[in-house]
Nanobody
């Protein structure tokens, strides 16, 4: 089992920034990737970004490139999502998940999920 806990969400004005954290514990995370997804009301959960914990390879959805940055601290088993230039359409619940098998960009490939953190961007 892997336990994941997201934090860092909140209310921010358009153009502002937030940094989300995803702390993982439990089963070994070697060979995994941790991804961020988001889900707005009435919409499907969509891929935001992912990072492999061993090599640190990063992946982004096209609409997030240049605004969001994913990083990891393996010593803390924590992955961060720095979100800049936030827009109202970024408003959603943001979830982190662990995938042992991929693909990293599909929610069906994830084995464990956190409880989510709300991000609200006002215009």
């Amino acid at each position: 089992q892997v336990q994941l806990g997201e934090s860092g969400g909140g209310l921010v004005h358009a153009g502002g920034s937030l940094r989300l954290s995803c702390a993982a514990s439990g089963r070994t995370l070697s060979g995994t990737a941790i991804g961020w997804f988001r889900q707005a009301p009435g919409k499907e959960r969509e891929f935001v970004s992912a990072i492999t914990l061993s090599a640190g390879s990063t992946y982004y959805a096209d609409s997030m490139k240049g605004r969001f940055t994913i990083s990891r601290d393996n010593a803390k088993n924590t992955v961060y999502l720095q979100m800049n230039s936030l827009k109202p359409e970024d408003t959603a619940v943001y979830y982190c998940g662990v995938t042992y098998r991929g693909p990293y960009y599909r929610k069906e490939g994830y084995d464990y999920w956190g409880q989510g953190t709300q991000v609200t961007v006002s215009s």
